[in-house]
């Protein structure tokens, strides 16, 4: 995305969310909490945080239990999209990708992104975007290419689902992504 483009995202965004579109629409109320709660700027470039080796270790051992009984489903899920130019990641109710499904020809291009285990991707570090909006909200959504807050994101889709543990606690998100530039939100919503 140029230098342009995330420019005119960002005063997209902080145009709706001043015109109050939050009291109408979950996206422009994740916008402003983006916003405001969490003093995000939608043009920011940087990459996102990474964890170290061992604080990703530390993460994937408290979600050893689910990454045991996700296996299956998580390579079932990638058999059915990876095949279109998506990953598929397990992450815990932090918003880290402790699991991670994708091809090895698309790799340099989600770990360029962040789309990769020990990336952190709560609401509150990266702003509106699948994982992080999903627990925010404890709901399943697509955020699509420009509903990302984050300029920089605008060029991805995301499809996440909550995972609730057996008492109905948040316990992580399923997330399917898409670096493919040609993916329409029909198909994305398909996914």
């Not at 598929?88 to 499904?101: H, K, Q």
């Not at 509106?128 to 699509?144: E, F, M, V, W």
């Not at 057996?166 to 040609?182: I, Q, T």
């Amino acid at each position: 995305m140029s230098g342009r483009q995330a420019a005119g995202h960002a005063d997209f965004v902080q145009a709706s969310i001043a015109r109050s579109d939050a009291a109408h629409s979950a996206l422009v109320a994740s916008w402003r909490r983006s916003l405001q709660l969490h003093h995000l700027d939608p043009a920011e470039r940087k990459a996102p945080r990474r964890l170290t080796e061992a604080e990703l270790r530390q993460a994937r051992q408290r979600m050893e239990r689910m990454i045991r009984a996700a296996e299956g489903s998580l390579n079932r899920l990638y058999q059915a999209v990876g095949g279109v130019g998506c990953c598929v990641m397990l992450a815990d109710r932090d918003g880290i990708p402790v699991e991670r499904r994708g091809a090895v020809a698309d790799d340099e291009t989600f770990d360029e992104w962040g789309l990769w285990t020990g990336t952190v991707w709560s609401e509150d570090s990266e702003g509106t975007n699948g994982i992080g909006t999903c627990l925010a909200d404890q709901r399943p959504l697509t955020i699509h290419r420009d509903q990302h807050f984050l300029s920089r994101n605008t060029l991805m889709s995301c499809t996440t689902a909550p995972v609730f543990d057996h008492e109905g606690n948040l316990a992580a998100a399923l997330d399917v992504s898409s670096c493919r530039s040609d993916l329409t939100e029909g198909f994305v919503q398909l996914i």
